[in-house]
């Protein structure tokens, strides 16, 4: 199943193609990168809320923000390559030492037309 994303004027998808639509060109890889910090304040209440069993709300919510903003670039930098769609999206993070995470979304950027 093909999980579509973005606006209809700008469709993201995890698939490889986009149905009713045909590649015209492919312009590369596009990719939006966002790193964050939890800051201090929040860092101290999610490590307490980490000793006890559940979910950690700070770090879904700090996530699910980061993904969203790095979709965001993604797309910008999409645009700017001349793209109107991106295929194959994919999410990637890391930690950057104990206070930083980084979060990249990347696909190819394509040039698409009704088939």
Not at 3 to 14: D, N, W
Not at 45 to 51: C, H, M
Request: no cysteine.
């Amino acid at each position: 199943m093909t999980e579509t994303m973005g606006t209809a004027a700008f469709p993201v998808t995890t698939g490889l193609g986009l149905r009713g639509m045909t590649v015209q060109q492919d312009l590369g890889v596009a990719f939006g990168l966002v790193v964050r910090s939890m800051g201090v304040v929040k860092g101290i209440g999610a490590g307490f809320k980490a000793l006890r069993q559940g979910e950690v709300t700070q770090y879904t919510e700090l996530l699910e923000d980061s993904r969203r903003h790095a979709m965001d670039r993604m797309i910008e930098n999409a645009k700017l390559l001349g793209a109107n769609a991106v295929l194959g999206m994919r999410f990637d993070s890391s930690e950057m030492g104990q206070q930083l995470t980084e979060i990249v979304a990347y696909g190819t950027a394509v040039v698409v037309a009704p088939a």
